[in-house]
């Protein structure tokens, strides 16, 4: 191709300081490096997480930045030593990368491989540069994913191979919001037949947790946000009732109890809030309820549980990402849905070309939006 080896200037949506929209801009893209990868993105969707870098919840995060890590799209050219895709290959930057080496990847017991960008709190590749720059400034990255560019380099160990006839506008889901609910509810959790389930906070991550206790044949799974509309998604996803904690005088904990008889069976917390946090693991049954975290509350928030509500036998746990080894998962998953054993289109309500990128906050913020996709 005649881009490869040349720098690429295309548009990004750059954040130049916290608290600021980002701005559309053209942007120069360098070659991918050792182990990198340069890929045109073709869609991504918007997760909360980003409407946090744009409004500077993260203190380690450097800005001008690019932000954006749902995406999908093909591999434009690759950096010395790749040799798991070509130029062509259908791929999802993943948010999280697989080193396969580190001794997290060696043990099945977690997904949280040692080489991740968390390491690297400057938000810049592996190496400790940028490949972005714009208007003569070097702009850092983002979970090493950046898919608010429509080029942009990632390392070949935070990249899943897809199938070539995946619909990059559909599959970008794949990045985040599916898998992170998804996984939540079957890896993590492990729910069972007949078992029931609170899930608090009916966003993305919330819907996909129900699709996930659905699919293990949970006979009771109760939806709780304070947003009604978010209701008849849920329900047609497989929610057997929503409630609004806003409706009730005593606390929502009370509520699922008296519901339920002593709580649910899993209780799972897609909200990001510590109080939220703590009433999802209170409306867990007493001496054997599982209470998941999914939603990551603001940094330096704090969580305060009395310690015989554990010993007691009820569960605390959390996962990142649906507990999901990405690489390994990631291809298998867009297989299932391309033979529709798995429907993640549901998710998708707003479909915007790239230059509205801040009408898709807007829809987020507003409670408006499910997943907005954003064409390049
Ligand atoms: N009580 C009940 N519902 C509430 C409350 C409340 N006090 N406050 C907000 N809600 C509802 C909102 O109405 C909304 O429907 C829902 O909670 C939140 O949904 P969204 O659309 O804002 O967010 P999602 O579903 O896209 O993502 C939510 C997470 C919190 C899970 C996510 O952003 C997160 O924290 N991720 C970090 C953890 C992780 O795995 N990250 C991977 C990369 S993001
Ligand atoms: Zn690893
Ligand atoms: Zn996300």
Redesign the pocket.
């Known amino acids: 191709m005649a881009t490869v080896g040349k720098v690429i200037k295309c548009k990004a949506a750059i954040i130049w300081e916290a608290g600021k929209a980002p701005s559309i801009e053209e942007v120069e893209v360098a070659p991918p490096r050792s182990h990198e990868v340069r890929v045109k993105i073709v869609a991504t969707g918007i997760?909360?997480?980003d409407d946090h870098v744009v409004k500077g919840f993260f203190p380690d995060i450097n800005y001008p930045v690019i932000a954006g890590?749902e995406g999908a799209g093909i591999v434009e050219s690759v950096g010395p030593g790749v040799t798991y895709v070509k130029p062509g290959d259908k791929i999802i930057p993943l948010?999280f990368p697989q080193c396969g080496e580190c001794t997290c990847c060696l043990s099945p017991k977690t997904n949280f491989c040692l080489k991740t960008h968390m390491k690297h709190p400057q938000n810049l590749m592996p190496d400790k540069t940028s490949r972005f720059t714009c208007r003569g400034k070097q702009i850092y990255h983002f979970l090493w994913t950046s898919t608010f560019s429509e080029y942009t380099v990632i390392p070949d160990i935070s990249i899943a191979k897809i199938d070539k006839n995946a619909p990059l506008d559909k599959v970008c889901l794949f990045g985040?919001?599916f898998p992170?609910g998804y996984g939540a509810a079957i890896n993590t959790a492990k729910v069972e037949p007949g078992s029931s389930c609170a899930i608090?906070?009916?966003?993305?991550?919330?819907l996909s947790i129900i699709m996930g206790c659905k699919t293990a044949g949970a006979s009771r799974i109760i939806g709780?946000?304070?947003?009604k509309d978010?209701f008849t998604k849920a329900r047609e996803l497989g929610a057997t009732e929503c409630i609004s904690?806003e409706d009730f005088k005593k606390p929502i904990n009370e509520v699922l109890a008296e519901m339920t008889g002593l709580g649910v069976d899993y209780a799972f917390e897609?909200?990001?809030?510590t109080?939220?946090e703590a009433a999802a693991f209170l409306s867990c049954h007493l001496g054997h309820g599982v209470c998941v975290l999914?939603?990551?509350p603001p940094a330096g928030a704090k969580l305060s549980i009395i310690p015989f509500q554990l010993m007691s036998g009820r569960k605390l746990i959390g996962c990142?990402?649906g507990g999901w080894k990405l690489r390994d998962a990631i291809p298998k998953l867009v297989s299932d849905y391309m033979e529709k054993k798995i429907n993640i289109d549901v998710l998708i309500t707003h479909v915007l070309p790239f230059e509205k990128i801040d009408e898709g906050f807007q829809l987020?913020c507003s409670?408006k939006s499910?997943r907005s996709v954003l064409l390049y």
């Open positions: 997760c909360r997480t890590h948010s985040c919001g992170t608090f906070g009916l966003g993305g991550v919330g709780v946000d304070i947003n978010k904690p897609a909200i990001g809030h109080d939220t999914v939603g990551d990142f990402l987020l409670g499910i």
